[in-house]
């Protein structure tokens, strides 16, 4: 079982910053592979980022890459989503996803534990 928490939401200015921090319950963080996802009103959720369980591989949709960066700290049992460049149509409720495979995957069905979301918003 894996208890998920993110935190690091907020409210900021169009090209700004912001830092999203999952925390992992339990020892076995490491055997996960992790992901963010986004969803805005009136839109499906969609895939955001993803990292292996080891952290050597990472995708992203196209629509942030190069803006955020995935990461993983196993010691620490906590992923984080480094947003930099930050437009209006990022907003959007962030959760954080756990899978128990080792790969990327950009598949919500392969995700078998989330978080309870965290609000980002950008203003312009």
């Known amino acids: 079982q894996v208890q998920l928490v993110e935190s690091g939401g907020g409210l900021v200015q169009a090209g700004g910053s912001l830092r999203l921090s999952c925390a992992a319950s339990g020892r076995t963080f490491s055997n996960y592979a992790m992901g963010w996802f986004r969803q805005a009103p009136g839109k499906e959720r969609e ?8 952290g050597e591989s990472t995708g992203y949709a196209d629509s942030v890459k190069g803006r955020f960066t995935i990461s993983r700290d196993n010691a620490k049992n ?3 989503l480094q947003m930099n460049s930050l437009k209006a149509e990022d907003t959007a409720v962030y959760y954080c996803a756990a899978a ?3 790969s990327v995957s950009r598949s919500l069905g ?3 534990y989330w978080g309870q979301g ?3 918003t950008v203003s312009s």
């Open 47 to 54: 895939f955001v980022a993803a990292i292996s369980w080891r």
């Open 78 to 80: 906590t992923m984080y």
């Open 100 to 102: 128990s495979v080792r």
């Open 110 to 112: 392969t995700y078998d």
């Open 118 to 120: 965290t609000q980002v």
